[in-house]
């Protein structure tokens, strides 16, 4: 089967391309199942309920999120009544929401387990994300063995760390958070799909998705500065896996980058 996983959805001019790109694309590449970390989706920071259904509606399966997922409080009720919008697995207990799913996919009746953990370096205090990845994937694989993990993360050592540890395991280990894409996708010796990045879905003039001239001012001067969200063409970033469904091993990865206008 064939599985889209995207970058972190910027904003209103994330949502728009992919409301826009998403069915011809799933129907030119013959894509199964669809992943969006959508931490950023509402306002370019945090996610709300109107912006997970317009991502559920543009054919994303399930969304994952990050450090930012609480940014607007009316998530919370949301996310207690979900099962296709995760929180990191990692986060203290208790917390709303759940950290793994398993859904069908859209197209057939592969089961898909997605796996949502966040990175400890750099980032603010959560628990050891190999640990509770590990306990997961165990479990996880009770039900399915196709595995798409979401590794959200800073440090890209600690995603290719993730990678390596779950190699084997799960079909697939994807990082996010960063927004820029990096070029290391392939396959591991256990037959892991890996990328460290899969960059975003976001204003491509811009810097991470914010306009420019107020991030500069911040880097210049250190003072309090409002960001907004740029606009213009968007570009629309993840990556491309293609599982064996029996295995659950990954065959193929290759990166997506297509610019939308909106």
């Known amino acids: 089967m064939r599985v889209l996983f995207l970058g972190d959805v910027v904003g209103r001019p994330g949502r728009r ?12 590449e013959g894509i199964q199942f669809i992943i969006a970390n959508g931490e950023n989706a509402a306002g370019g920071k945090g996610i709300d309920p109107r912006s997970a259904e317009e991502l559920h509606d543009a054919g994303v399966d399930v969304l994952t999120t990050g450090n930012h997922v609480w940014q607007n409080r009316d998530i919370i009720p949301y996310m207690r009544e979900t099962d296709r919008l995760l929180r990191p697995l990692n986060f203290a207990r208790d917390v709303p929401g759940v950290g793994w799913t398993v859904q069908k996919a859209r197209r057939s009746d592969v089961r898909v387990g997605v796996l949502n953990l966040i990175g400890r370096v750099f980032m603010p205090p959560a628990e050891c994300p190999f640990q ?4 997961a994937v165990e479990e996880l694989r009770r039900h399915t063995s196709v595995i798409v993990v979401d590794m959200h993360a800073e440090a890209t050592s600690e995603k290719v760390g993730m990678g390596r540890f779950l190699d084997g395991k799960v079909s697939a280990v994807l990082g996010s958070h960063t927004h820029i894409q990096t070029a290391d996708e392939g396959i591991l010796p256990g037959g892991t799909a890996y990328l460290t990045d899969a960059g975003m879905c976001g204003p491509e003039d811009s810097v991470l998705g914010i306009k420019t001239e107020p991030v500069l001012q911040r880097f210049l001067t250190q003072m309090p500065t409002r960001f907004d969200l740029a606009s213009g ?3 629309v970033q993840g990556g491309i896996v293609d599982v064996d469904e029996a295995s659950g091993r990954a065959t193929a990865i290759r990166r997506l980058r297509e610019r939308v206008e909106v």
């Open 233 to 235: 063409t968007v570009l």
């Open 17 to 28: 391309a992919l409301t826009t790109l998403l069915p011809r694309l799933a129907a030119r």
């Open 132 to 135: 509770a990845g590990a306990a």
